[in-house]
């Protein structure tokens, strides 16, 4: 099912604040994924309305069993927002075993080891769609996936939010050395995990890694200002044309 959402501001003519769970005009499409070991996968794809996206935007949520799953609320305001915003389309969706209001995926949670046909059916799906110059957008436990399968597949590069470095071991990293495509891990400064000084010494294998550290930054990215530098940083290296992005809806006239 293809739906094309309009708040209350595209109605009225009135601007509003992007903020919360604002959700900007786009065509969201319900989707399934089909995976190699035969499961199904719910998901959404979040594209601009009337023009064909720029980039896409991949995303892998964080951890299942922690609650996390494709409404994780970076991913969900991604999807909200950036079609609208920058042109991006925003697949989402719950890997194995994981459920949210769209609905629950089939399988287990497998600890991120079948998660890797997971990532393969999605990046299936982009290519069947002819979706341009995909990059992974990895959370928490996507970022493990990301930096374990993400170089099998032709993505554009990887941004990676708030990386654990639990499952993703040295060698994964050292895998990606001789590899020139861009990585770029948003680091913050209060992460229950892996903080800014850690993350610079265990991210050694990887050279072409970008460190950005983020002062104030939480694991969880918590409140309005901490999500308009988690978008900004991710449209300054998908669709830099797009930055500043606005803040309030219809953006201003220039």
Known sequence: MTTE???PSSMSGEP???RG??????????IELHTADGLTLVGELASPVDRDPVATLVTLHPLPTGGGFMDSHILRKA???????ADIAVLRFNTRGTASPRGRSQGA???GIGERFDVEAAM???????????????????????????????VDGVILLSPPLHRAKPEHLAAWAGDHRPIVALIPELDDYLRPAEASERFRPLPQIELV???????LWVGENQTRRVL???????NPAALPLPTEWPPPAT
Not at 213 to 218: I, L, M, P, T
Not at 232 to 238: D, K, L, P
């Open 109 to 111: 949670f497998d600890h």
């Open 5 to 7: 959402n309009l708040t």
């Open 124 to 154: 299936a799906f982009v290519a069947e769609r002819g979706l341009p110059h995909p990059w992974l957008l990895g959370w928490s436990f996507g970022t493990e996936l990301a930096l374990m399968y993400g170089r099998e597949f032709p």
């Open 21 to 30: 769970g604002v959700e900007l005009p786009a065509r969201r499409e319900d």
């Open 213 to 219: 550290d983020v002062e104030g930054g939480k694991h």
């Open 232 to 238: 900004n940083e991710i449209v300054e290296r998908i």
């Open 79 to 85: 999807a909200g927002r950036l079609p609208a915003l």
């Open 16 to 18: 509003i604040e992007i």
